[in-house]
């Protein structure tokens, strides 16, 4: 056991911020699902109100991150470094935002229908998700045996941003040899660009988690 986790039985628990990473991770949750959805399907009244579901979702979890900032600023005691709360917090909401930006993508570029490159990159996004909503259910709980689940779970997290990574260069060099026009290759490049932004907002998450959990330990 280390000197910190040894001080960790001495310190009073501050367990209200917990919560407030709960709602953070089922509102990017819910919204990956919807954004894989919109990936699939052409219809454009779907397009339309699975846009604004996402968009609710998006503005939702801004405001459970000025309510945590309010918390954390008016708290001595807090779970870990308050630096790293912060961080995390942070970091969560960008993700949020990274999916709302895809679902604003895909309205404003559309293109007749989807493929299996951007599919599977919407479905890695969604499966992050997931993951991330497991880790931050036990977040409370990440010095005790459900840190090693945790770690594993952060890893698949990573494992999957390196798929996306060479998903996106093998898309991008093969846009080109395509029978598509230009706009529809500008369109198609906006969004996966996008696309691996999102997956890359989802690793740092998970290795920001992976430091907390370093340093609990």
């Known amino acids: 056991m280390s000197l910190n986790s040894f001080f960790q039985f001495f310190v009073p628990k501050e367990n209200r911020f917990y919560p407030f990473y709960t709602q953070q991770a089922e509102a990017i949750n819910s919204a990956s699902k919807l954004l894989h959805e919109m990936v699939i399907v052409t ?3 779907r397009l339309d109100a699975l ?5 609710t979702f998006e503005k939702a979890g801004d405001e459970v991150l000025e309510e945590f900032y309010t918390q954390l ?3 001595v005691l807090t779970p870990f470094v308050r630096e790293d709360m912060h961080e995390l917090a942070e970091l969560m909401d ?8 895809c679902a604003n993508i895909i ?7 989807t493929d299996d490159w951007l599919t599977t990159m919407s479905e890695n996004i969604m499966f992050s998700a997931e993951n991330l909503n497991v880790i931050i259910s036990d977040l409370q709980f990440i010095t005790t045996g459900k840190g090693k689940e945790i770690a594993r779970l952060c890893n698949e997290i990573k494992t999957m941003e390196h798929d996306c990574d060479e998903l996106y260069g093998k898309y991008i060099s093969e846009l080109f040899t395509k029978n598509y026009n230009l706009v529809e290759i500008i369109k198609r490049k906006d969004l996966v660009q996008v696309l691996e932004n ?3 907002s989802a690793k740092y998450i998970s290795d920001k988690i992976r430091s907390i959990h370093a340093k609990l330990c």
């Open 198 to 200: 999102t997956m890359n």
């Open 73 to 75: 600023n008016s708290s």
């Open 107 to 113: 309205i404003t570029r559309r293109f007749l229908e």
């Open 94 to 101: 960008n993700f949020l935002d990274r999916i709302d930006d």
């Open 43 to 45: 219809d454009s009244d």
């Open 51 to 55: 846009r604004k579901e996402v968009k």
